[in-house]
């Protein structure tokens, strides 16, 4: 014949149970909340970019992905003022291949934080051997309340890369 064990669990043994995995859930919820504070924390916006209306209105609704500026200074770039140089030769890297590489793995978490912030990612990035200067908008993809900084003006605050 079989004898059937029962255990009994004091009310003490579970509220100490019950403690130690709210602790852990806790503790999960902690890590993943400072790991994607992470991910939004892409700092402020450090430069200013002069473009046209149109430009801006192209950017913003998404006509053209990116646009060539000039860097004037530091912290200063331009779409209204040529970068190119015809006496110069051209240069020996790819920039536009080096503008791709930084923006491949980088998109999504420009795209989270637009979406987040309900506004467009504004940023310029510059060749690291000079010569090329981009400026790009990551536009938010799922429909926010009111999506801010959609109003032109001449000059913009933007992250610079």
């Given at each position: ?6 255990y009994?669990?004091s009310?003490?043994?579970m ?10 859930v806790?503790l ?20 200013v970019?002069e473009?046209?209306?149109?430009q801006?209105n ?5 006509k ?11 912290h200063q ?8 140089d015809?006496?110069?030769p ?5 920039c536009?291949k080096f503008?791709?590489?930084y923006?491949?793995?980088?998109i999504a978490?420009f795209?989270k ?12 990035w510059?060749?690291?051997n000079?010569?090329l ?13 009111i999506?801010a900084?959609q109003?032109?003006?001449s ?6 890369a």
């Amino acid at each position: 014949m079989k004898t059937q064990q029962f255990y009994s669990i004091s009310k003490e043994g579970m509220y100490k149970k019950s403690a130690i995995v709210w602790c852990i859930v806790v503790l999960c919820f902690t890590i993943a909340y400072v790991a994607a504070d992470e991910v939004e924390e892409i700092g402020e916006e450090t430069g200013v970019l002069e473009l046209t209306k149109k430009q801006f209105n192209d950017l913003t609704n998404d006509k053209i992905d990116s646009l060539q500026v000039t860097k004037l200074e530091e912290h200063q770039y331009s779409a209204l003022k040529s970068s190119i140089d015809v006496s110069s030769p051209p240069l020996p890297v790819d920039c536009w291949k080096f503008f791709n590489q930084y923006l491949s793995p980088n998109i999504a978490i420009f795209q989270k934080w637009a979406n987040d912030h309900c506004r467009a990612y504004r940023s310029c990035w510059c060749c690291p051997n000079g010569g090329l200067c981009v400026a790009f908008f990551v536009n938010p993809t799922h429909s926010c309340p009111i999506i801010a900084d959609q109003t032109y003006e001449s000059q913009i605050a933007i992250f610079e890369a």
